[in-house]
């Protein structure tokens, strides 16, 4: 099977313009979650999907979005790009069979975002 | 809230055993996670323990949980140069209808002498 693919793998923008990262899920894994990595923060929990629905939201201000599309790929997006937003963004996909049962959730590669 | 703290470096010779220690907050974490991070690269499973579990062994990797100190330890036997990199405990939180989001430690960087 092939594994949590994101592209584009790197990026480089500057202030106040807007980025789409993209990740497709392992197949048949229902459910994507997004996480940034910065030096400072280490890794933080963004949001995730599951049927096209945001679940679970971490403490990222408004600018940061996402959706998931009924293949179960999932784009985030954001918006008036700032410097601090210069990170690895991660997605990780999951089984996601009941909402009673945590699946392990794998990770793709990451999208490197060089905001200058 | 929840946290997760591990030490930040890790040195052995190659051959060695390595220990990585990671304490956590949350006791009904269900699942305790190892990933790894080789440079430029993103999160590897390595192993995952069930929180009623108090061990698992998965070839050269032992997983130690002791639920009432919430204490989480990694062992990789026979230490190799390649296992140089960067690895992370996780807990998992469970929000309710959704998967749950991994609370992550700071990651311990493991380096690998010949």
């Known amino acids: 099977k092939a594994g949590v693919t994101q592209t584009p793998r790197y990026l480089i923008k500057t202030r106040g313009q807007q980025v789409t990262l993209s990740c497709s899920p392992i197949s048949g894994h229902r459910s994507v979650s997004w996480y940034q990595q910065t030096p400072g923060q280490g890794l933080q929990f963004l949001f995730e999907y599951f049927s096209e629905t945001q679940r679970n939201k971490g403490n990222f201000p408004g600018r940061f979005s996402g959706r998931q599309f009924s293949n179960s790929r999932s784009e985030m997006n954001v918006s008036t790009l700032e410097l601090g937003d210069s990170a690895l963004y991660l997605c990780a996909s999951s089984l996601f069979t009941s909402a009673l049962y945590q699946e392990t959730q794998y990770f793709g590669p990451g999208t490197r975002l060089l905001v200058l | 809230g929840e946290d997760v703290e591990q030490s930040l470096f890790l040195s052995v010779r190659e051959g060695d055993s390595s220990v990585i220690n990671c304490t956590y907050t949350d006791s009904s974490s269900t699942y305790l996670y190892w990933y790894k991070q080789e440079p430029g690269a993103g999160l590897q499973l390595l192993t995952y323990?069930?929180?009623?579990?108090d061990m698992k062994q998965d070839q050269r990797l032992t997983v130690l949980l002791n639920k009432k100190d919430k204490h989480l330890s990694l062992r990789i036997a026979d230490t190799q140069t390649g296992d140089s990199a960067i690895y992370f405990c996780?807990?998992?939180?469970?929000?309710?209808?959704?998967?749950?989001?991994?609370?992550f430690g700071k990651g311990t960087k493991l380096s690998v002498k010949p």
């Open positions: 323990i069930f929180s009623n579990m």
């Open positions: 996780a807990e998992i939180v469970d929000y309710g209808g959704s998967q749950g989001n991994l609370i």
